[in-house]
C-alpha cells in the first residue's frame, strides 16, 4: 500500500510526532485541555469567580443551608486564523540543500521528501511562537488585540477580545505609584514585599491562587541588586532543587528561576523571562516587557481551537479538527506545490482575571 506523505490526515499525524516547540507562558499557563478542541467555527469560552467561602456550623436538626451558585459568563467567540505557507518549486528541487553532501545521490523525489519535512518543523516554530504572543498578550492585557491580515502588507481587520467589564474596572491590572516603584532610590525589600502581598491578597480575595512572579529583565536587575533579596534566593536554594521547578522551566530559553520567595506570607516562584520573537517590522522584541511584573499561578488558563473547513478538487467540503490543519495546494501549470498550515486558536481564563499584570515596576 502506497502512502501519501501529502495527505491532508496524514501531515496531521507528521506534525502530531513532531518533538514539541517548548513555550514558556502557552506551556505552563494555558495547556489544551479535554475539550478544548471544537468541531464547530466558535468556541465557548467560560469563566467565573473564584470560590473561597466556608460551610457553616448547623444546629443538629436543623435543614442545611443551600450554597449559591458561582457567577459565571459564557462567550462564544470567533477565534482568530494563524496560516502560512511554504511553497516548493522545481527549481528547489534541483538545488544542493543545506547540510546535504556536495557529491550526493539523492533524487529530486528524495529532496521533496526532505524540504517537505523541514518546511513542517519550520512552519511547527513559526506557529507556536505566535501562540506563545498570544498567550503572554491574553495575560498582560487581560484580553488580546491582534492584526488580520488579507496578505503580506495589508491589514483586513483588528480582531478584538476582552476578558473584563471595562465599566467594571480591570482586575487583573495593578498601577505602580510613582514613588512605589521598586527601583526608587531608598526602596527596601520590605517595601518590594509588601507590594507583591498586596496584589497576592487582592487574588485571595477573589479565591484565586498566587504560585508565580513573573518579572521581565530589568526587574530581575533591581532584585538582584537587592542584599535582602539575594540573601533570601540564596537561603532558598535547597527549596528550589527538591521542589524541582528548576528543571522544569530549564527547557525554555530566556526563562530563569531567580528563588523561591516568601513574600510577607505567600511563597512564590520568581521567575526572570527574556524570552524573545522577531516581529513584523523585523525587531527583536520580549514576549514580556523588562519593566513588569505579573503575579498568577500555572493552569490559569486553557488554550481552545475551533475546526477548520478545506475544499477538494471535487468541490467537497471537510471539516477537520486539530491543533494545526495542513493542507496541500497544486500548480501543475507552474510545477509548484505549496504546504498551507492553518490553525484556530483561542486564549482564555478559566476564572475572572486569574493574573494580576503590572507595567512599570520600575523605571
Same mark, same amino acid.
Given at each position: 500500500m502506497t502512502i501519501d506523505i501529502l495527505n491532508s490526515y496524514y501531515m496531521m499525524g507528521l506534525w502530531?510526532?513532531?518533538?514539541?516547540?517548548?513555550?514558556?507562558? /502557552?506551556? /505552563?499557563?494555558?495547556?489544551?485541555e479535554a475539550g478544548d478542541i471544537y468541531a464547530a467555527d466558535k468556541v465557548l469560552c467560560e469563566?467565573?469567580?473564584?470560590? %473561597?467561602? #466556608?460551610?457553616?456550623? #448547623?444546629?443538629?436538626?436543623?435543614?442545611?443551608? &443551600?450554597?449559591?451558585?458561582?457567577?459565571?459568563?459564557? !462567550?462564544?467567540?470567533?477565534?482568530?486564523?494563524? &496560516?502560512? $505557507?511554504?511553497?516548493?518549486? @522545481?527549481?528547489? @528541487? *534541483?538545488? /544542493?540543500?543545506?547540510g546535504e553532501a556536495i557529491l550526493t545521490t539523492m533524487t529530486e523525489a528524495d529532496r521533496a521528501v526532505r524540504i517537505i519535512m523541514e518546511d513542517i518543523e519550520r512552519l511547527e516554530r513559526r506557529f507556536s511562537r505566535t501562540e506563545e504572543w498570544l498567550c503572554a498578550q491574553t495575560m498582560i492585557n487581560n484580553g488580546f488585540s491582534v492584526n488580520e491580515m488579507l496578505d503580506k502588507d495589508t491589514i483586513g481587520n483588528v480582531a478584538t477580545v476582552q476578558y473584563y467589564d471595562a465599566l467594571a474596572?480591570?482586575?487583573? @491590572?495593578?498601577?505602580?505609584?510613582? $514613588?512605589?516603584?521598586? $527601583?526608587?532610590?531608598? /526602596?527596601?525589600?520590605?517595601?518590594?514585599?509588601?507590594t507583591v502581598r498586596n496584589i497576592c491578597r487582592g487574588l485571595a480575595k477573589r479565591g484565586l491562587p498566587a504560585k508565580d @512572579?513573573?518579572?521581565?529583565?530589568?526587574?530581575?536587575?533591581?532584585? #538582584?541588586?537587592?542584599?535582602?533579596?539575594?540573601k533570601l534566593a540564596d537561603k532558598n536554594s535547597g527549596i528550589i532543587v527538591t521542589s524541582?521547578?528548576?528543571?522544569e522551566l530549564s527547557k525554555y530559553d530566556g526563562v530563569t528561576l531567580l528563588g523561591v520567595i516568601n513574600f510577607n506570607g505567600y511563597r512564590l516562584n520568581v521567575?526572570?523571562?527574556?524570552?524573545?520573537? *522577531?516581529?513584523?517590522?523585523?525587531?527583536?522584541?520580549?514576549?514580556?516587557?523588562?519593566k $513588569?511584573?505579573?503575579?498568577? &499561578?500555572?493552569?490559569?488558563? !486553557?488554550? #481552545?481551537? &475551533? %475546526?477548520?473547513?478545506?475544499?477538494?478538487?471535487?468541490g467537497n467540503y471537510t471539516t477537520i479538527t486539530g491543533k494545526r490543519v495542513p493542507d496541500l495546494f497544486v500548480d501543475r501549470k507552474r510545477k509548484t506545490r505549496e504546504i498551507i498550515l492553518e490553525s484556530r486558536p483561542l486564549a482564555a481564563p478559566k476564572n475572572y482575571s486569574p493574573w494580576v499584570y503590572a507595567p512599570n515596576a520600575v523605571a
Amino acid at each position: 500500500m502506497t502512502i501519501d506523505i501529502l495527505n491532508s490526515y496524514y501531515m496531521m499525524g507528521l506534525w502530531e510526532g513532531l518533538s514539541p516547540v517548548n513555550t514558556f507562558f /502557552r506551556d /505552563r499557563y494555558f495547556p489544551t485541555e479535554a475539550g478544548d478542541i471544537y468541531a464547530a467555527d466558535k468556541v465557548l469560552c467560560e469563566y467565573r469567580d473564584g470560590d %473561597h467561602g #466556608m460551610a457553616p456550623f #448547623m444546629v443538629e436538626r436543623a435543614d442545611p443551608i &443551600a450554597v449559591g451558585r458561582q457567577g459565571y459568563e459564557i !462567550h462564544d467567540y470567533v477565534p482568530v486564523k494563524i &496560516a502560512q $505557507s511554504c511553497p516548493l518549486t @522545481l527549481d528547489d @528541487l *534541483k538545488k /544542493r540543500g543545506f547540510g546535504e553532501a556536495i557529491l550526493t545521490t539523492m533524487t529530486e523525489a528524495d529532496r521533496a521528501v526532505r524540504i517537505i519535512m523541514e518546511d513542517i518543523e519550520r512552519l511547527e516554530r513559526r506557529f507556536s511562537r505566535t501562540e506563545e504572543w498570544l498567550c503572554a498578550q491574553t495575560m498582560i492585557n487581560n484580553g488580546f488585540s491582534v492584526n488580520e491580515m488579507l496578505d503580506k502588507d495589508t491589514i483586513g481587520n483588528v480582531a478584538t477580545v476582552q476578558y473584563y467589564d471595562a465599566l467594571a474596572g480591570n482586575d487583573g @491590572l495593578y498601577t505602580f505609584g510613582g $514613588s512605589e516603584k521598586w $527601583s526608587e532610590s531608598g /526602596r527596601t525589600f520590605a517595601d518590594i514585599a509588601g507590594t507583591v502581598r498586596n496584589i497576592c491578597r487582592g487574588l485571595a480575595k477573589r479565591g484565586l491562587p498566587a504560585k508565580d @512572579l513573573i518579572v521581565g529583565v530589568n526587574v530581575a536587575d533591581v532584585l #538582584m541588586n537587592n542584599d535582602d533579596f539575594r540573601k533570601l534566593a540564596d537561603k532558598n536554594s535547597g527549596i528550589i532543587v527538591t521542589s524541582g521547578i528548576e528543571a522544569e522551566l530549564s527547557k525554555y530559553d530566556g526563562v530563569t528561576l531567580l528563588g523561591v520567595i516568601n513574600f510577607n506570607g505567600y511563597r512564590l516562584n520568581v521567575i526572570v523571562v527574556d524570552e524573545q520573537y *522577531k516581529a513584523a517590522d523585523g525587531t527583536t522584541t520580549n514576549y514580556f516587557p523588562a519593566k $513588569s511584573i505579573m503575579v498568577t &499561578a500555572p493552569g490559569a488558563g !486553557h488554550l #481552545m481551537y &475551533a %475546526h477548520i473547513t478545506h475544499i477538494d478538487d471535487a468541490g467537497n467540503y471537510t471539516t477537520i479538527t486539530g491543533k494545526r490543519v495542513p493542507d496541500l495546494f497544486v500548480d501543475r501549470k507552474r510545477k509548484t506545490r505549496e504546504i498551507i498550515l492553518e490553525s484556530r486558536p483561542l486564549a482564555a481564563p478559566k476564572n475572572y482575571s486569574p493574573w494580576v499584570y503590572a507595567p512599570n515596576a520600575v523605571a
